[in-house]
């Protein structure tokens, strides 16, 4: 059993506070409680819709225990949180990243809306007369916690106006929900604010005018230079293999001979558009021939999309793992034009196994830990190296994993994630991961009360660059130990994934692939991995009135 003092939560009361404007009514005694802390995840604006990134954080750490709202206990009501950014230049908008400390809804989400304004007024003081809305989006949060969520919404803003971004928050009494937007306190250079009728807010306040100068909302704008464009959704295409004379084949692993559909959806914004076109450009990458390599689009309305469908055979001579990208543009009778491209593989990296017998015991409370290794045969000079761990284990906080070269270099994979920002770290259960060196995710701050804790690519704890240059020849060593009682485990898998990769092979398609195939195999993305979860909550009743409130 976990040792009981994991459990233990730190009740403080806060002092009032009074307002400092002329509020409906007065801030009463608040109650925090302070859990086993939630360590931040940091998660960087991805700009993968546009090019320009707007913020006015410093950092993009979202901070447990930093943020308020208007709430009775913990279920909040109408919030409305802003950013105002005065423009230089247009800008397209096409998403808007905002934090979320915590969103809980008795039925697992909850709506927060995402509107954009433009005005030439100063902010607050012109809003909302001074302004005019251009862009909203209706969205659904699943529950989540310290994470920064991207929602896609489009709007065009001028230069020399003020684009205004606001969160909402409607009212969760009802539905039982409970939001707490994300914050920091490393800095921002412009305010944060807030609006919140029920506790006397009637209009967007600085954070720091009602007594929380700490709660710097984490918020970016993403977009493209203004005026109407045109935008190549490469990571939703969608990739489709055909072999007629084997239909076994048709697995999703591109392979020699087969013929293979791709669908990448192209985007208007800020604008509409006709005679779109979308072309595969020359030349053609090694091994691939284009047989359909023009999608006439056709006209496109503003805020809408419509899917280029490509088709391209890959040579039966084509070599076994190779990687290739298709570089695609797009022209409209307007003169607008964009680009993209979409990468795949031919055929699949081969693979090495443990030379243990798996599952694996962890020995519980034993910090030397037990060990696992792969012997590979294959002398391949590292450029890169990701690793595949599957453990299932009781309270990651107690795991410990590193990995050993066969030249003796050594790389701490985890180091009981939460520790030492609490004492027995993150009480989730289980792994399914790929350690990576370009993952977003760092699973040493993150404690979502998931099962499986984590799934899919994740930061190590050291960089797996310092492998970079080494052979692959010779045994790796995976170690894993469990450093306190009450908890065990085992080691499910484990693998090397290294590139250049291992040899794979491929089964070639001989007779051609035959003809289009509907795609059905979705590019993955780092999004895609993340499952983020509940963090449970205590509801109180109680009057109206900005707190923290007692959460477990």
């Known amino acids: ?117 433009s005005g030439a007024g100063a902010f607050p003081g012109t809003f909302p007369g001074g302004y005019t809305q251009i862009g909203t989006a209706s969205l659904n949060v699943a529950d989540q916690t310290a994470t920064v969520f991207p929602a896609t919404v489009s709007g065009l803003a001028t230069a020399g106006s003020n684009l205004v971004v606001e969160v909402f928050t409607p009212n969760g009494q009802t539905a039982g929900n409970s939001f707490f937007i994300g914050s920091n306190a490393s800095g921002e250079s412009a305010p944060s604010y807030l609006a919140a009728a029920d506790c006397g807010v009637t209009a967007p306040t600085a954070t720091s005018a009602i007594g929380f100068p700490q709660m710097q909302i984490v918020m970016n704008v993403i977009g493209n230079p203004g005026g109407p464009s045109l935008s190549v959704g490469s990571a939703s295409a969608t990739v489709a293999d055909s072999c007629s004379t084997n239909t076994a084949q048709n697995n ?78 797009v022209t409209s009778n307007e003169g607008t034009t964009a680009a993209g491209s979409v990468a795949s593989q031919i055929g699949q990296s081969g693979t090495v196994t443990p030379n243990e017998t798996l599952p ?56 009981r994630p939460g520790v030492p920002g609490s004492t027995f770290g993150c009480s989730d259960n289980d792994m399914d991961v790929v350690f990576s060196d370009a993952a977003s995710v760092n699973p040493e701050t993150t404690c979502n009360a998931t099962t499986p804790w984590l799934t899919g690519p994740v930061l190590p704890a050291s960089p797996l660059s310092a492998f970079d240059g080494e052979s692959t020849v010779g045994t ?52 895609s991995w993340s499952k983020l979860a509940l963090a449970l909550f205590t509801l109180m009743l109680g009057v109206f009135y900005f707190r923290r409130t007692s959460r477990r």
């Open 1 to 117: 059993m976990p040792n009981p003092m994991r459990a233990m939560a730190l009740v403080l009361a806060a002092t009032a506070l009074s307002a400092p404007l002329a509020f409906a009514q007065s801030f009463s005694n608040s109650t925090f409680e302070v859990p086993k802390p939630l360590r931040p995840t940091v998660v960087a604006p991805t700009g993968a819709c546009g090019t320009i990134t707007l913020t006015q954080s410093t950092s993009q750490s979202i901070t447990s225990g930093n943020s308020v709202s208007c709430n009775s206990g913990g279920l909040h009501t109408d919030n409305s949180y802003y950013r105002s950014f005065a423009l230089a230049a247009d800008i397209n908008v096409c998403e808007v990243q905002f934090g979320i400390e915590t969103a809980a809804g008795t039925g697992g989400s909850q709506p927060v809306t995402v509107n954009l304004y």
């Open 252 to 329: 999703g692993t591109v392979e020699p001979g087969e013929t293979v559909t791709v669908q990448v959806p192209i985007s208007a914004a800020g604008g509409s558009f006709t005679g779109v076109v979308a072309s595969l450009d020359l030349p053609a990458p090694a091994g691939i021939t284009y047989v359909t390599s023009t999608a006439n689009i056709g006209n496109l309305a503003d805020g809408s999309s419509a899917n280029a469908t490509f088709v391209v055979s890959v040579a039966e001579t084509a070599s076994c793992v190779t990687p290739f990208t298709l570089p695609i543009s």
């Open 360 to 415: 694996l015991p962890i020995t519980d409370n034993n910090p030397a830990g037990v060990t696992s290794t792969i012997t590979v045969a294959e002398d391949i000079t590292l450029t890169d190296l990701e690793v595949g761990v599957e453990i299932d284990h009781t309270w990651v906080g107690d795991v410990f994993i590193s990995l050993t070269s066969p030249g003796g270099t050594t790389v701490t994979l985890l180091d």
């Open 476 to 527: 790796w060593t995976l170690t894993v130990s469990d450093n306190a009682g009450g908890d065990t485990g085992q080691i499910v898998n484990w693998s090397l994934i290294p590139t250049p990769g291992f040899s794979g092979v491929c089964t070639v398609c001989v007779g051609g692939g035959g003809g289009p195939v509907q795609p059905a195999i979705e590019l993955p993305t780092l999004q």
